[in-house]
C-alpha cells in the first residue's frame, strides 16, 4: 500500500510540473493584453500644430491661378549721325506671349484653434499674396516683329532683356491685384471651412467656424 501511496503522489507532481509552464505564459499574456488596451489609439487631430501637411495640401488646393497677356518691346533710337546714314543704330523688338500668375496663402501662418464649449473653431489665415514669379508659357511667344535700320541688328540679349523687363512689370501689377488676392484669400477660407466642418462630422460634431484676424 505505501508502495501505491507514492506513486500516486508522483503523478500529482508531474501534473503540477505540466501545469506550470502554460500557467505563467497565460499570465504573460493577459498582462500583454492590458499594456496594449491601456495605449491610446493615435488619433488625427486636425488642431494640432503636427498637423502641418493637411493644413499645406489645403493651402495648395486653394492657390488660383491667373493668366496674363504680354507685350514685350524694347526699342532703341538711332542716334543723329546714324539717322543720316540710313538710321543706323535703330531697332525695335516686339513680342506677344502670356504668362501666369499664383496667388494664395502662407500656410506655415494657418492657426487652427481648439473649438469652445459651443463648438466654434476659430481660424486664422493671412491675407493672400502672389506666390513666386511670373511664369512665361513658352508655346504662347508669338513671331517677333522686328524693325532695325541700315547695318543694325537684334542680338539675342535684347529678346531676353525685353522679356524679362516685362516680366518685372507683370510682377508688379499682379502683386497689386486687389481682385484676384481677394479672390484667393476668400477661396483658402471657403477650403478650410470645409476641411474643419467635414472633419468634425468624422467625429460625430457640428463645428463652426469663425475666421479672426491676428
Not at 502554460?22 to 494640432?48: G, Q
Not at 502662407?106 to 492657426?111: G, H, L, N, P, S
Request: no cysteine; glycine share 4%.
Amino acid at each position: 500500500m505505501d508502495n501505491e501511496i507514492v506513486k500516486v503522489d508522483n503523478k500529482k507532481k508531474e501534473t503540477n510540473k505540466k501545469i506550470n509552464i502554460p500557467y505563467k505564459f497565460i499570465i504573460v499574456l493577459v498582462i500583454l493584453l492590458i499594456l496594449v488596451i491601456s495605449i491610446p489609439t493615435k488619433k488625427i487631430d486636425i488642431f494640432s500644430k503636427s498637423n502641418y501637411s493637411k493644413i499645406e495640401k489645403i493651402s495648395n488646393l486653394a492657390t488660383v491661378e491667373a493668366y496674363y497677356h504680354n507685350v514685350a518691346a524694347k526699342e532703341v533710337d538711332a542716334s543723329k549721325l546714324g539717322k543720316v546714314f540710313g538710321n543706323i543704330g535703330y531697332k525695335k523688338y516686339w513680342v506677344e506671349y502670356d504668362g501666369t500668375v499664383e496667388f494664395g496663402i502662407d500656410a506655415k501662418e494657418v492657426r487652427i484653434y481648439k473649438p469652445d464649449k459651443n463648438n466654434v473653431v476659430k481660424v486664422y489665415i493671412p491675407e493672400a499674396k502672389m506666390i513666386g514669379k511670373p511664369i512665361v508659357i513658352q508655346n504662347s511667344i508669338s513671331d517677333p516683329i522686328t524693325d532695325t535700320g541700315f547695318l543694325t541688328k537684334i542680338p539675342v540679349d535684347d529678346k531676353t532683356e525685353a522679356i524679362a523687363e516685362t516680366q518685372k512689370s507683370l510682377e508688379e501689377t499682379a502683386s497689386k491685384d486687389k481682385e484676384l488676392i481677394n479672390l484667393a484669400y476668400e477661396r483658402a477660407k471657403l477650403f478650410f471651412e470645409k476641411y474643419i466642418i467635414n472633419a468634425g462630422h468624422q467625429e460625430g460634431k457640428e463645428y463652426t467656424v469663425e475666421f479672426i484676424n491676428k
